[in-house]
Structures are given as C-alpha cells and as structure tokens.
C-alpha cells in the first residue's frame, strides 16, 4: 500500500456490499478503473473483473508474499508476454497472469473477497486474483491500495480470451463475517432455504449430489472431454455440447476418474433471499477425495420468487484427486454458508438477464441448449 495515500474512513453497517455502495465505491475512485463499467458488470453483491491488455506466461503459480509487488515476482517468472488487445489462445496446463483492469483502494473495515465467475468455473478454468504482498488467493485485506491480478490456468479446454474478458468476480465485506449457523437456522425459519425436503445445517447448509435425471432420458451429468477444440469465452450458446462433453447417463452412483473433470448437480433447489448472499465454503477433505466447486458466490434473489426464480440447483464442478472416488446419488458434496447484506440491493439476480436462474443440470453460457434426445445419435 502506498504511504503517501491513505484509504478513508466510511460509516458502513457490517456486511456484504451490494452494487449500489460497489456503484458509488467506483464514482469516488475507491474501486479504479482502466475504462469505464461496462453495462452489466456490477452484479446485486459483486463486481465483475476485466481482463488488461496483456498476459504473462510464467513458469509455475506463485504468491508475492508480505514483501513484494506482482510485479516484482513477474520479473522473476515471466516466461514471455502475450497481447490480448485482439485476442489470444490460453492454452491448458499453462499458467498465465493478467493485471486487472480494476485497482483498489478500499476504505478502512471493508476487505474483499474473489472468485471464478460461474461460466468460468464451467469451463475448468483455474482463475485466482491475486493481490500485492499477497499470502493467500483470492484474498484482499482490509484497507488494501494497489492493484489486481488474476492467475489463469485453462484445465480442460484451451480458451480464447482478450482484453475485457471476465472471468473472475469480486465481492465486498464491511467489518467481520457474520456468516453462522444461527443465521441459516433463522433464513430457513422464515422462509425454507430449500424447496423440498429436511435441510442440514451444520457449518453451513449441506447440499448433495442428484445422480438421477432431472428430466426424463435426460443425463445426469457430463464428463469433459479432453483434446477439444477451443472455447471463446465471450460468445454465448456458440458450442455444440457434444463436441466438448460426454454426457453421462448411468444412475445411482458414479466413479470419478482421477485427474477428470464433471458437471453434476445438487437434489437441492436453493434460495438465497434479496437480502442476504452465499457462497459455497471451501472443500472439506473429509467428505471424499474430490474438489467441488470453483465458483462460490450466489448471488441476493438467486433461485428466490424475488428474482422469478423458485429453487435452483446449484451446479457442482467436481474434479477427483489422485484416486478413483465413488460417488453415491444424496451424498453431501458442499454446503452454503449466508451472509446479510449491509442494504437490500435494488436489483437482484434474475432482474439482469441472469443465465443461470431457475437452473437444473446446465452447462456454461458458451454452449448450446443440449437435445438428450442426442445419445441416440
């Protein structure tokens, strides 16, 4: 943080800031911007992140630590640089790094937390953001002045991404978490978390994996699969599903293959009430040997009747270890954690043309809608 500027102070209630405050942190320059927002890029508890003109390739991942800039370790790493003005080829297995197009300089008691956007995480796009003096991913402290990075690193697909793009989201806290069971207990008292059935709460609002169709002769999920072709990130419903995944039509039970990549879905039709927002906590270690879900945050109204959204599934990305892990249909496979928001959003999700309200079994915006009526092709 620079000494010579100091963040200011605000009177905020705690919570979670929603696009208003993200909104009028940007006009007082709180929140930088290389350009202009764009028209949807502050979401009801988030800001969209854009991509800068350029990528550096760099030989491994890295965090600067409590004494270095990024751009110091990037003279260190740098392999060489790629233009993304026009566009450029991501490739998998390679790690790149990106300064954002957006800078901070946050006030004091308001830290900020980051992560893939949905779309991003459907894709199997490894992206993290990372801060100067940085020792954690996706983690900006409190008060913090200086710029952004995202880490990328494609799995799966090789993508094509330029300038602009978005592939990572940001969202706002005032003061501690609040985040407690307590409060689910509350939510769901007042109005059920979930459609149907009994909800378990206990670190967060479990959710478990649906391995039965959710349409009749429909899959129960996908598998990725491997040496496809490329994935523009920017254009919507371009992709034929079947050139990119296998859908996956046994039931009860699956095994995931190591080192493989799945979109499944959870039994559990959630809401998020207009005010207050989720995320999906981190992997527990102790529910498998498998990672579930890159990206956390659900955003105010999702799968909510005030977003004319009643119950969505959350998507699950799911990616095995290093050993063959069977999963059984109703297994708890992640869990929800709410917070409240400092102020009702005027908008929430579903209000913004949202692709993913009301969602079952749904792969990212790039591809086209799937015909399950195609296994027989």
């Not at 149907?196 to 709460?201: P, R, S, Y």
């Not at 670190?203 to 002769?217: E, H, I, K, Q, R």
């Not at 429909?218 to 419903?237: E, I, M, Y």
Request: some cysteine; glycine content about 8%.
């Amino acid at each position: 943080m620079s000494a010579a500027s100091t963040p200011p102070d605000l009177a905020l209630p705690p919570g979670i800031l929603p696009a208003r405050v993200i909104t009028d942190f940007c006009a007082k320059g709180l929140i930088g911007l290389e350009r202009p927002l764009d028209q949807d890029q502050v979401q009801p508890a988030s800001l969209d992140l854009r991509l800068g003109p350029v990528a550096w390739r760099v030989r491994a991942s890295f965090l600067p630590g409590p004494k270095l800039r990024v751009e110091e370790k990037l003279k260190q790493l740098s392999l060489h640089e790629i233009d993304l003005r026009a566009g450029a080829v991501l490739e998998t297995g390679c790690v790149y790094i990106v300064k954002l197009m957006e800078s901070l300089r946050l006030p004091k008691g308001v830290a900020a937390a980051a992560n893939p956007k949905s779309s991003t995480g459907r894709l199997d796009i490894f992206t993290r953001v990372i801060a100067d003096q940085a020792q954690e991913f996706d983690k900006v402290p409190e008060a913090y002045e200086g710029p952004l990075y995202a880490e990328i690193s494609p799995r799966t697909f090789p993508i094509l991404a330029r300038q602009g793009s978005r592939l990572s989201q940001i969202r706002f806290r005032s003061g501690p978490s609040l985040a407690n069971d307590a409060l689910i207990h509350a939510l769901h008292a007042a109005e059920p978390l979930i459609a149907e059935g009994e909800a378990n709460i206990d670190g967060g609002l479990a959710l478990t994996v649906d391995l039965s169709p959710m349409v009749p002769g429909g899959p129960v999920g996908f598998r990725a699969k491997r040496h496809s072709a490329l994935v523009d990130v920017d254009k919507k419903a371009a992709l034929d599903v079947l050139d990119y995944w296998e859908p996956i039509w046994q039931r009860g039970s699956l095994i995931l293959d190591p080192d493989q990549f799945y979109i499944l879905a959870s039994k559990e039709a959630v809401r998020v009430p207009p005010t207050h927002a989720a995320e999906m906590v981190p992997f527990n270690p102790l529910v498998g040997e498998f990672r579930v879900h890159y990206a956390g945050f659900f955003d105010p109204g999702f799968g909510h009747s005030s977003g004319a959204g009643e119950g969505a599934r959350a998507v699950l990305e799911v990616r095995s270890h290093e050993v063959p892990f069977i999963l059984e249909d109703g297994q708890i496979i992640g869990r929800l954690v709410y917070e409240p928001l400092t102020e009702r959003p005027q908008q929430v999700y579903g209000q913004l043309g949202s692709n993913y309200q009301k969602q079952g079994l749904k792969l990212s915006k790039h591809f086209k809608p799937f015909d399950p009526g195609a296994k027989l092709g």
